[in-house]
């Protein structure tokens, strides 16, 4: 009878180990790893408008694109990608399912309709990277889920695919 509380002992004991090191913080910086698949931190509405005082515990009112597109400058993406790019954000921002579609195709253009049921504004692109075969671009923003009334941080990922002719084209969002 011993050996099995012993074994028990021992089971209980790593289960404690392992919990009590799942809880604690993670060293990889959170802005800085382009690999997280989902970034949504809750914020209060009254930050994310302190400027204005209409919107404070308000929320969001609309969706909206304060990305300076002029300003945008990276390597990895072509003046063609950016402006696909700013075409699908201006499609999500005025929740315009035909532009969406034009972008993505009907069929991948109707699976994306979920992106423009929530209020979000558009503020920043990170810089893309290219990951397997893909090239990635993160959008940052701030989100408002419908029926909720927590606004929060999030971050929309544009994937480009080459095509047959080798060129980069808008394929998904996640």
Not at 34 to 44: D, G
Request: proline share 3%; charged share 20%.
């Amino acid at each position: 009878m011993s050996k099995i509380k012993y074994t028990v002992a021992i089971f209980t004991s790593v289960a404690l180990l392992l919990s009590a090191c799942n809880q604690g913080s993670s060293s990889i910086p959170e802005q800085n790893n382009p690999s997280l698949t989902s970034k949504e931190k809750q914020i209060p509405a009254e930050e994310a408008h302190s400027s204005d005082p209409v919107q404070k515990n308000t929320g969001l009112r609309a969706s909206s694109d304060e990305i300076d597109w002029e300003q945008v400058h990276d390597k990895l993406l072509s003046n063609e990608m950016i402006a696909e790019l700013h075409t699908a954000v201006d499609a999500i921002v005025n929740h315009d399912q035909e532009a969406l579609d034009q972008v993505f195709g009907s069929d991948v253009g109707a699976a994306l309709a979920y992106v423009m049921e929530h209020t979000t504004q558009f503020r920043d692109i990170a810089p893309a990277y290219i990951e397997d075969e893909r090239m990635i671009v993160p959008v940052n923003g701030i989100r408002q889920l419908q029926g909720d009334d927590k606004v929060q941080q999030a971050t929309l990922f544009f994937y480009f695919m080459k095509n047959s002719k080798s060129e980069w084209h808008l394929v998904t969002i996640d």
